[in-house]
């Protein structure tokens, strides 16, 4: 049932066979473009933990034992199996040609993976320390056959180790000061300083004020400004951790099995669903497109939440100074009992959405303690035995509106079921929601300022702009081998330059790409006559190291494959070719495949240095896509 990120995935990759080339879809008769259609019978795939007492796995159910309802309504169980966890050995993929990468994921064959987050976006830097030392106690008292990777959230996603690590390399990864868990601050971060210090200037307004007739109009203004750069600032934050878990998503997109995702925070600004009700339906409510979307592609790539409280045990002593409002320094406008009672709804807001949050993906929530190393371990433990079920859902529209999923035992009994209560329902035919493109414009420039890397970004299709920046985990959704190697000879002097930049200049090196895309993560339709048409997006950015885009190129391939072509494709991948000048010196090449139809993408990012220019020459060159 399950598809292995193997070995033999990725044999077409490797080889690298001549194929045929890839042209612009020509014009053609009504008779040839007429979509063939095809029955297919979607299943849902539905993940539950069943515990009892103080989170004892419950082991040993059948199918028989589960009910399964949809809006209401039974459904037929079509599959079901029980897993549980056993230690695992990291695998190594076979390894590569000289300059030849790709994005197919190296995790090991496990049935559950762990997936650890620290959140420095919204979370205090005291408290990333205090996490960051938790993680620590945490890995050096784990077995290192348990499937961990380690992820950190700044202004953008970043990857510390992946799973096929050793338990050595994660704790050295974690000590680097470029790279690993040093607590850091945004420009959109928000410390209890920061708080503080607006309030005193308002109160030292107001304090200037008194005797001298002045009006409080200034401090009004002060207090509206304040409260607008605070407003910006959420909504910038929401969408870089909305960014932030679709990249994730997209990484674990290929990685088969469960995956339990322990997100360390102070606070979660995000809900995936509308709040279900006691009748086990949908409170009617607005969300964010890029909140649906993230959530579909969690559902597709079976994460469970697990949010853990950063803070540790709620210790707030009202009166100490430095705690907003405390010490005769209360609010602006307000007073101490005001600023207690807005805290203590701004912290129930955030337990309510840690519950959603786990509520809603098959995870559970952990709050108020100080033993984040043992929380971990329960989490883990929670989403380590688990059974997977399938059903194909009566309703057949796939028409990307909510479903509720409603799970029960037969038999009954004092069990806690956890699983996912809900999906949105897409297929490769269901248009997505758009995006708000001018707020992942903005997201993107957060993590990578700069004018010339906002034009970059700005090339690329929309879905690609927060998994194209510079440092970004790779996507897997769609998988693809990449050869790059300098062009050879190298373009004549005068030669007009490769690549989209207008103001490149100095000494230059251009490299030629070659692409070979697994056919069958893109979309491609069958029409009456037998040949297949889609459209598929190509993108190149180079990067320094610093994240400034050096030169960026892309376009997309329009594809109407004849029977005879789309058979040599079958056997080979689709090719695609790209070739950019770029200075000489440090720069990193962020390739990225996006699929029109779907919306699902593949990225990998590869330094120059990692190439082996000496066998540059006399390289076999896959067919160029025009």
Known sequence: MYFRSGLASIAFLLSFAPAPVIAQAPQTSPSDTTPTIKAETRAVIVDVVVTKGRDEPVIALKKEDFQVMEDGKPQTILSFEEHSVTPTKPIQLPPMPPNVFTNVPDAPPAEALNVLLLDGLNTPR?????????????????????????????????????????????????????????????????????????????????????????????????????????GFDSELKTEMTIEALQNLARYLAKIPGRKNLVWFATQFPLQFFPSMNAK???????????????????????????????????????????????????????????????????????????????????????????????????????????????????????????????????????????????????????????????????????????????????????????????????????????????????????????????????????????????????????????AHIGEVGVQLIAYDNDGKALNWVGNTMKMNLKPEVFAAIKKSGIPAHLEIDVPKGAVNFATGIFDWKTGKAGTLEIPVSSLKVETAQNQPTAPMAK
Request: aromatic share 6%; proline share 6%; glycine share 8%.
């Open 126 to 230: 005291q408290d990333q320390a205090f996490v960051r030392d938790q993680i620590i106690q945490f890995l050096k008292n784990t077995p290192a056959t348990t499937p961990i990777a380690l992820f950190t959230l700044s202004d953008k996603l970043h990857l510390v180790q992946g799973f096929n690590g050793s338990r050595a390399q994660l704790l050295a990864a974690i000590e680097d000061k470029k790279t690993g868990l040093s607590p850091q601050k945004t420009y959109v971060s928000r410390e209890p300083q920061d708080d503080l210090d607006d309030q005193e200037h308002i109160a030292t307004m107001q304090m200037m004020l008194g005797g001298f007739g002045r009006t409080t109009a200034g401090v009004t203004n002060a207090q509206f400004a304040q409260a607008q750069l605070r």
């Open 280 to 530: 086990g339906t949908w409170d009617t409510g607005v969300l964010n497109n890029g909140m649906k979307e993230v959530a579909d592609l969690l559902t597709v790539s079976r994460v469970a939440i697990y949010p853990v409280g950063a803070h540790g045990m709620d210790t707030r002593d009202w009166m100490e100074s430095q705690n907003p409002g405390a010490g005769g320094t209360p609010a602006s406008g307000g007073s101490l009992m005001g600023n207690l009672k807005q805290q203590d709804a701004e912290s129930e807001s955030n337990i309510a959405a840690m519950t959603e949050l786990a509520a809603e993906t098959g995870g559970e929530m952990i709050h108020n303690t100080n033993d984040l190393a043992m929380a971990t371990t329960r989490a883990i433990q929670n989403g380590s035995h688990y059974y997977t079920l399938s059903y194909s859902p009566t309703n057949k529209k796939m028409d990307g509106q909510l479903r509720a999923i409603q799970l029960k035992l037969a038999a009954g009994g004092k069990y806690k079921l956890s699983y996912r209560h809900g999906y949105y329902a897409y297929d490769d035919t269901t248009p997505r929601p758009k995006r708000n493109t001018n707020a992942m414009i903005a997201a993107a420039s957060a993590a990578n300022p700069g004018p010339a890397t906002v034009d970059a970004l700005k090339t690329a299709p929309p879905a690609l702009l927060p998994l194209m920046q510079h440092g970004s985990p790779s996507s897997t959704q769609i998988l693809y081998g990449l050869r790059i190697v300098p062009a050879n000879p190298q373009p004549a002097a005068g030669t007009p330059h490769a690549g989209a930049n207008p103001n490149l200049t100095g000494d230059l090196t251009r490299y030629t790409l070659d692409f070979m895309i697994r056919w069958t993560d893109v979309h491609l339709e069958e029409l009456s006559s037998g």
